[in-house]
């Protein structure tokens, strides 16, 4: 089994002003989705998943972690990350899943950042325009509420019934003005610094 790729799309927004205000450096959001073929489409429920988990999982990984180090410059330019799949109405949502919940397809991802924080990230089913909705947080630190983010967009012809859309995102820099806070502040104020 080989990887069947319709197409790679990618996003890209710079967020110059928020909430009226200038945004006081770098806020860019990335995203970098891949189309392709559900290897699973077609055969009915299929007990092991694993042959194309290691087939296909580590050339999405290396592919899309590419286009991300290419829109953001660098790994290490990288703040807030994660990952999304959206299976097409054909599958299950454990075929989306099954492509990103896997170290095969997220290690690329987390040595080429330096992350030490697990990928955010949504796996759901949706059918051409879905809105492709990725969970970023910090690469070093899941407290870190500045870098709660969400890159959106959508492919108008993506995912077809039959297919697969697979995508990375990335920002540089969190919310501009962030206001909220940390996690570890609640946890202190609660006097739970068990959290």
């Known amino acids: 089994m080989t990887l069947s790729l319709r ?3 990618t996003y890209t927004e710079d967020i110059r002003i928020e909430g009226g205000r200038a945004a006081p450096g770098p806020f860019k959001l990335f995203g970098a989705a891949a189309v392709l073929a559900n290897p699973w489409a077609g055969r009915g429920f299929v007990e092991d998943l694993s042959p194309e988990i290691r087939a296909i999982g ?3 990984g290396e592919m ?3 286009e991300i180090l290419r829109l953001a410059g660098s790994g290490e330019a990288v703040e807030g990350y994660g990952k999304c799949a959206i299976v097409g109405s054909a599958g299950e949502v454990e075929h989306a899943s099954a492509l990103i919940h896997t170290l095969r397809f997220g290690n690329h991802y987390r040595r080429a950042v330096g992350a030490k924080s ?3 990230f949504t796996n759901t089913r ?3 325009g ?3 909705q990725i969970p970023l947080m910090h690469k070093h630190d899941e407290g870190m509420r500045s870098h709660y983010l969400t890159v959106q967009f959508s492919i108008d012809d993506a995912p077809g019934p039959d297919e697969i859309l697979v995508a990375l995102g990335a920002s540089i820099g969190g919310r501009p003005h962030h206001r909220i806070g940390d996690r570890y502040k609640d946890l202190a104020e609660l006097g739970d610094l068990n959290g």
């Open 7 to 9: 197409k790679l799309v």
């Open 58 to 60: 580590p050339v999405l």
């Open 64 to 66: 899309l972690t590419a």
């Open 118 to 120: 697990y990928l955010a």
């Open 126 to 128: 949706g059918g051409p």
């Open 130 to 132: 879905a809105s492709i």
